[in-house]
Structures are given as structure tokens and as C-alpha cells.
């Protein structure tokens, strides 16, 4: 399992996205091409999006995989949020189209053929995407990517679909409800409208530097507590101004350390060290920006001078 983890890497995982996305593409076309049902139209227009989502998002990993430089001193790692955002629009404007194709079958349903063989089609290409969203959200997991996970939760939203269709199709065939395929479409593409402003929503708190997870900052403190140090009534050792944010697969702590003015500057950054590398065991991905101050000296930030 672990070679397997070592080989899911961001790039790979969505290499696989646009092969699957490919194969699911020609499955559910020809599906709608033999049926004629407008739920499976939906879900073929939903894989076209997944196949520009994997291929954008393809260029944003590999954009953001790039080391720091001197015009971007802070690394590239944001890049995936512009993926997420990305695949968030193009799935609220594949509802839409949904919508504006099943709309007018509501009212003029047409019949639906060779229900069977498109069923089968249908359902093999949702045990693809099933498969591969397992796989990618183990990956984004591993790799904190926000690029894998939006297109996860895109073929999982896929698969959902999917499942809409088939069970309106059977009740088509069932009930001999044509009207019933179109009110399905519609209503898939309702929870795909969702879906896609969840992704927007995230990608928009990224990039406008939204704060770790509260998990994540509870063992930041918690490695911080394990330092600080009191003598009495005395602080010794004491940490404030704490401010986390989240690039990417980046994650940034900045914090004051206040010690006694009287050590001597090896003496703290010894133990500045000590402490960064603390965090970085601690959570993944951290880097750690640590200012050294007196017990007895305070920094302001919020004053109204700094404001102006």
C-alpha cells in the first residue's frame, strides 16, 4: 500500500483523471446517442467538464510544484486554488446547460430506447470514476492538494449523477413517465449547482489567506505550550501574536517568542530553532516564521498609526 501511495502523485492522479475522463466521455455519449434520454445527455456534458477540470488542473499542479524564485519568493503553491475555483465554474455552468436541455422535455418528453445497453454503458463509467475519486481523495490526503480533492469531489458528484440517471431511466421504464427523465436531469443538475459554489466558495477563502484548520491550530498550540515556561509568577518563556494561513500544500505560522532580555542571542536562537523544528515534525508542511522579543517588550500592530 505504501508503494502504491508513492506513486499517487498529484500529476499522476490527474493524468488519470483526463484517461478516465476520455473513456467516460465516449461511454456516456454513446449512451445518450442509443437512448435518446436527456438525464443521460446531463451526465455525458458533466465528464466533457471533467476533462477540462483535470486538464486545468494538470497545469496548476504543475505550476504550483514549482520551487520559490525572486518574483515569487513564497513559492507557487496558491496556483491550485485557481484549479478548484476553475472547476467550480465550469461545473455551475454544465448545471445550467443541463438545466436549459431538460427543461423544455418537461413538457414535450420524448421516449426513451435501448434502455438496457445505455444503462450498462452509464453504469460502467460511474465504477470508473468511483474508483478513481477513491483514489484521488487518498492522494489529496497524502499530498494536502486542493487540486485533487476538487476534482475528487467533482467525480464523486459525477458518480451521484450517475446514479440519478439510472434509477429515472428504470422508472421511466418502469412507470412510462417520460416526463420523469427530464424532472431527474434537472434536479441533478441542482445538486451539481451546489457543488460547484462549494468549490468557488473554497478556493475564494484561499487565496484571500483563510487560517489553518482549528485541529491544525490546536497542535500548534499545543507544541507551543510544551515551550513555554514560567517561574513563579514569571514568564520565562512565552509566545503570543499567533497568525496562521494556508497556501496550497503550504502551510505558515508566524508567532512571537518572548524570553529573559539577559540571554545572549545564540543562547535564543538555539531555542528558536528548537522550536521551529517542533512545528515542522508536528504539522506537515509547516514552515515557521518565529520573532524573538524580551519578556518585557511588546509588539503593536493594530495601532492607529500603522492603519493609516
Given amino acids: 500500500m505504501k508503494t502504491l501511495d508513492a506513486w499517487m502523485t498529484p500529476t499522476r492522479m490527474l493524468w488519470a483523471s483526463v484517461v478516465v475522463a476520455l473513456v467516460t466521455i465516449a461511454l456516456k455519449t ?21 476533462l477540462a477540470s483535470a486538464i486545468f488542473g494538470l497545469m496548476m499542479v504543475t505550476i504550483a510544484a514549482r520551487p520559490a524564485d525572486d518574483e515569487h ?13 476553475f472547476e467550480g465554474i465550469l461545473i455551475v455552468v454544465a448545471a445550467l446547460g443541463i438545466i436549459w436541455a431538460a427543461a423544455h422535455r418537461v413538457f414535450d418528453p420524448q421516449p426513451i430506447e435501448q434502455v438496457s445497453l445505455g444503462l450498462t454503458l452509464s453504469v460502467a463509467s460511474s465504477a470508473l470514476n468511483g474508483l478513481l475519486a477513491w483514489a484521488m481523495f487518498r492522494a489529496a490526503r497524502q499530498h494536502r492538494s ?3 480533492e476538487a476534482d475528487a469531489r467533482h467525480l464523486v458528484t459525477d458518480v451521484w449523477t450517475s446514479a440519478g440517471v439510472v434509477i429515472s431511466i428504470g422508472l421511466v421504464g418502469v412507470t412510462g413517465w417520460l416526463w420523469l427523465d427530464a424532472v431527474v436531469a434537472i434536479g441533478v443538475a441542482l445538486n451539481i449547482l451546489k457543488e460547484g459554489w462549494h468549490l468557488i466558495w473554497r478556493s475564494s477563502q ?15 498550540q499545543k507544541v507551543l505550550d510544551s515551550f513555554a515556561h514560567q517561574r513563579g509568577e514569571t514568564s520565562i518563556i ?8 494556508q497556501a496550497g500544500q503550504r502551510r505558515f505560522v508566524d508567532v512571537h517568542m518572548h524570553m529573559p532580555a539577559g540571554w545572549t542571542l545564540g543562547r535564543a536562537a538555539a531555542l ?15 514552515r515557521a516564521s518565529i520573532q524573538l522579543l524580551p519578556s518585557d517588550v511588546e509588539a503593536h500592530f493594530d495601532d492607529l498609526q500603522d492603519l493609516k
Fill in 206 to 220: 484561499g487565496l484571500m489567506d483563510e487560517a489553518l484548520a482549528p485541529e491544525i491550530q490546536a497542535e500548534v
Fill in 272 to 286: 528558536r530553532a528548537s522550536v521551529e523544528q517542533a512545528l515542522m515534525s508536528q504539522v506537515p508542511g509547516l
Fill in 30 to 50: 454513446l449512451a445518450w446517442w442509443l437512448t435518446d434520454s436527456v438525464g443521460l445527455l446531463s451526465d455525458a456534458m458533466e465528464s466533457v467538464v471533467n
Fill in 73 to 85: 519568493p513564497y513559492g507557487h503553491h496558491k496556483a491550485e486554488y485557481f484549479s478548484s475555483g
Fill in 146 to 148: 486542493l487540486a485533487l
Fill in 238 to 245: 512565552r509566545f503570543d501574536h499567533l497568525n496562521t494561513r
